[in-house]
């Protein structure tokens, strides 16, 4: 049974260099990811390709199989993976406690595939479990791991979330070498046929087919930013489910921020003003400026009224940003960031993290 809530992330890095207090630039970093992705900050690591999460059962309380499923994207010496489950956030620099009445200090490793050779290491605790092995290169490709006998979190109608990490060490020690999240809801019961599993299938990128089969591009760079002149950029994200339910699917992170300084979200729809501090974005073709692209797809996607309207751009975190109230074929949405900055912006480099995140209605 593959879980109902399942993020991914575009994780959005913007560096502004100030020349005489008139220009800076911006760089967006988006991942792509089908089902939930999550990249971060560490400095070497490498973003986990395409990667799921299969529950032998979504109870709450319950004793489950957690399946693993995961693309290594680089040839990088490995000895050790670590599969951290939070309630927090996906994302390594957030704070992390353990969901409520998880338990993984009695979870064996099942089956495995492409990377081989592990065994659970001593040092796993009831939240964390590491898989070690003699230090290798991994071949780039999907590699699968079966944790069996994990007692699921005993808070019914929850999320959680699975920070997975690379390292050289054979202990999760040092620095990641490869990265990526996953997220999945616990629930009260679902009993559900095995040929036909409940799906939610999420992927983001610069460019994305409208059925998720393909995604292109990790970055944009919006050059020097001038108080004159509105920097503006375009991510995508596409989604669809089975869900007779439907979908929600939310924006977290923060605007963007140089230690204690920042460029002001737009807190409500507002039109894109040259010489003021402003971040925001929209899910519309717009003319001022000209940025951005109309809902893709055959699914029954909606964008939030927020979100909606041409020419005016909106960052809040949290904010619902698209949805479906029935079950549907995917939907492509375009993201068209603006980014305005005053003359007297302080100078420093300014980066963010967005997530987008997509969970099955229940």
Do not use: W
Request: hydrophobic share 40%; with cysteine.
């Amino acid at each position: 049974m593959i879980p109902k809530e399942l993020g991914e992330h575009i994780d959005t890095k913007v560096v502004r260099r100030l020349v005489h207090g008139l220009h800076a630039a911006l760089l967006l970093a988006v991942l792509s990811a089908a089902a939930a992705a999550i990249t971060e900050t560490n400095a070497f690591a490498v973003p986990i390709g395409s990667r799921t999460l299969s529950l032998s059962s979504a109870v709450a309380g319950a004793v489950a199989n957690h399946d693993f499923s995961l693309t290594l994207n680089s040839a990088v010496l490995i000895g050790s993976f670590s599969f951290e489950y939070c309630q927090e956030s996906p994302l390594f620099d957030a704070s992390c406690s353990p969901p409520v009445g998880l338990d993984l200090s009695t979870a064996t490793l099942g089956a495995q595939s492409g990377e081989t050779g592990f065994s659970v290491h001593p040092s796993t605790t009831s939240s964390k479990i590491i898989l070690s092995r003699a230090s290798s290169i991994a071949a780039p490709g999907v590699s699968t791991y079966d944790l069996n006998g994990v007692i699921n979190p005993s808070q019914s109608n929850s999320s959680a979330f699975v920070r997975i990490a690379t390292y050289a060490s054979n202990d999760a020690s040092g620095p990641r070498i490869d990265e990526g999240g996953l997220a999945f809801a616990i629930t009260n019961s679902l009993n559900i046929a095995a040929d036909i599993p409940p799906y939610l299938i999420l992927c983001t990128g610069l460019i994305v087919s409208v059925n998720c089969s393909s995604s292109d591009g990790n970055s944009i760079n919006l050059g020097e930013l001038s108080s004159l002149v509105t920097a503006a950029a375009t991510s995508q994200f596409a989604i669809a489910t089975n869900d007779e339910a439907g979908y929600n699917a939310f924006i977290i992170g923060s605007t963007m921020t140089s230690g204690i300084h920042e460029i002001s979200p737009n807190s409500s729809p507002t039109t894109s003003n040259p010489g003021s501090g402003q971040f925001g974005f929209n899910l519309v073709a717009n003319s001022n400026p000209v940025v951005g692209d109309a809902r893709a797809g055959g699914g029954s996607g909606v964008i939030n009224n927020s979100y909606d309207d041409t020419d005016l751009f909106k960052f809040s975190s949290g904010d619902l940003i698209a949805s479906s109230s029935v079950s549907t074929d995917f939907n492509r949405f375009t993201l068209a960031y603006v980014v305005n900055v005053t003359p007297n912006q302080s100078p420093g480099l300014y980066s963010t993290t967005l997530t987008v995140l997509g969970v099955a209605n229940f």
